[in-house]
């Protein structure tokens, strides 16, 4: 550094440029700058570097990447940002530039990001669903205004209602409708009219102006508010072309404050049209049901008989009904002693003597047939069982026995087929017709005789 502005002192760039910077960053406190950029760069490093410009004027900045990894936006090119910087030089090339520890979206950009990301936030919550949203009674008699009570919004609603319909209830809730105390106000206004219970609905709004003049109504407190209302509320903020959280959580938006008031109040002139449309209809239908009453008295005056000619007429009416009576009852008594006589006639046909005698007989006939089957069939198994036992008489062994044959059989009671079967000595026995003979065999012979 140059201690001494009397005693020359050589300096080289380098020197210089360092003296430069320290004077900067020693003597220059932490700066707000604020000014569009320009010239943005993002090398692969992740620093940034830009300029920040006016209209008259530019300065060149850098953003080291560990600062700039907090930063909540992305900046562009033509972005109004306010930052928090230092200043300092650039020693390489003797150049002065700001370096920045903190940025953020300037002004109106700033503002319509938050009004962004509140509405995105809101939205995934379901406030703007319109499930959610209150309808409109059909007939209003209070509403509660919650606006600036000097401002030009209430002078257009109550002039609006007073043309329409001037029988409406009008309270007043006065608020602020811009500033830090705006959006206590609002909410305390809300909450005091869902308290009373009176207004059967709510509008709440103001008239025309900036992003910032409106904000109080983008405030997530008082959409919150607007949302937990008992009562139904219209939002009516700025004009036609604005928009705020307001408007999309309120059960019913309105373009403008005037346009509110149009909504929930009938036409006064239409509804008087209406009533002398329906007084014309009611005349000219009492007309008609006079002249149609008139119409029947007078058939029914024609209609109408001396009472004496009309018990006349009754009298023969109810003769003639006597002797339709009697002839009716006379062929009924008839008819019911044809009856008698044909059932008595029919009961003597079947009576259970007959029916008796002649089962009888059929059972009588029935048992003999029984007893000829019987009997035959008893003849027939008789001569059956005789021919078989003469069949078994001519087969059977003893016959063959009878005839002068033998059975022999040794001592193991097995008969002898062959010569070859014995021997001499064998003890034998013979069975005849009439007993057993038991021998001793002497001797065999082969021959057949």
């Given amino acids: 550094m140059i201690t001494n502005p009397t005693e020359r002192q050589i300096l080289s760039v380098s020197q210089l440029n360092r003296s430069v910077r320290h004077l900067l960053e020693t003597q ?3 700066l707000w700058v604020e000014g569009e950029i320009s010239n943005f760069a993002r090398p692969a490093s992740g620093h940034w570097y830009l300029t920040l410009k006016d209209d008259q004027a530019q300065v060149r900045c850098a953003m080291f990447r560990n600062t700039n990894q907090r930063v909540g936006f992305q900046p562009a090119n033509g972005t109004q940002v306010l930052v928090r910087c230092r200043a300092g030089l650039y020693e390489g090339r003797g150049e002065y530039q700001l370096v920045i520890e903190h940025m953020e979206e300037a002004g109106f950009g700033a503002l319509q990001r938050q009004f962004e990301m509140l509405k995105q936030q809101l939205s995934t919550e379901g406030l703007f669903d319109t499930q959610h949203k209150q309808p409109m009674p059909e007939s209003v008699r209070h509403i509660g205004v919650i606006t600036s009570a000097t ?12 043309r329409r319909f001037p029988s409406i209830r009008v309270s007043i809730f006065p608020t602020a409708v ?6 206590g106000q609002i909410i305390e206004a809300i909450n ?5 219970g009176q207004c059967d609905a709510l509008i709440v709004g103001r008239g025309g102006g900036s992003l910032e003049d409106l904000w109080p109504f983008n405030e997530e407190t008082v959409a919150r508010a607007i949302f937990a209302s008992e009562i139904p509320i219209v939002s009516a903020v700025g004009h036609e072309v604005d928009f705020t959280i307001a408007d999309f959580v309120a059960d019913l938006r309105a373009p403008t404050p005037s346009a ?4 929930l109040s009938p036409d006064g002139e239409d509804m008087l049209n209406q009533f002398e449309g329906f007084e014309i209809l009611l005349g000219e239908a009492m007309t008609r049901k006079i002249r149609q009453l008139e119409q029947r008295t007078d058939y029914l005056q024609k209609r109408l008989q001396h009472p004496g000619r009309k018990l006349q007429e009754q009298a023969q009416h109810l003769d003639h009904l006597d002797i339709r009576l009697r002839r009716a009852m006379a062929g009924t008594m008839q008819q019911q002693a044809v009856r008698m006589k044909t059932l008595g006639d029919k009961l003597v046909r079947q009576n259970p003597r007959d029916a008796i005698v002649q089962r009888q007989q059929l059972v009588a006939n029935a048992v003999k047939h029984m007893m000829r089957a019987v009997s035959q069939q008893l003849e027939s198994k008789q001569n059956k069982t005789a021919q078989a036992m003469h069949l078994l008489d001519t087969v059977s062994p003893l016959k ?4 002068g044959y ?12 062959s010569v070859a079967a014995v021997k001499a000595g064998d003890e034998l026995r013979g069975q005849l017709v009439d007993g057993e003979v038991v ?10 005789i």
């Fill in 28 to 30: 220059l406190p932490m």
């Fill in 151 to 162: 401002g030009a919004a209430v002078k257009d609603i109550l002039s609006v209602l007073n």
């Fill in 178 to 183: 811009q500033g830090a105390q705006a959006a």
């Fill in 192 to 196: 005091n009219a869902n308290r009373q």
């Fill in 260 to 263: 509110a008031a149009e909504l």
């Fill in 400 to 403: 063959t026995l009878g005839r």
């Fill in 406 to 417: 033998s059975i022999i059989r040794d001592n193991n009671d097995a008969v002898i087929r």
């Fill in 439 to 448: 021998f001793a065999v002497t001797g065999t012979n082969n021959k057949i």
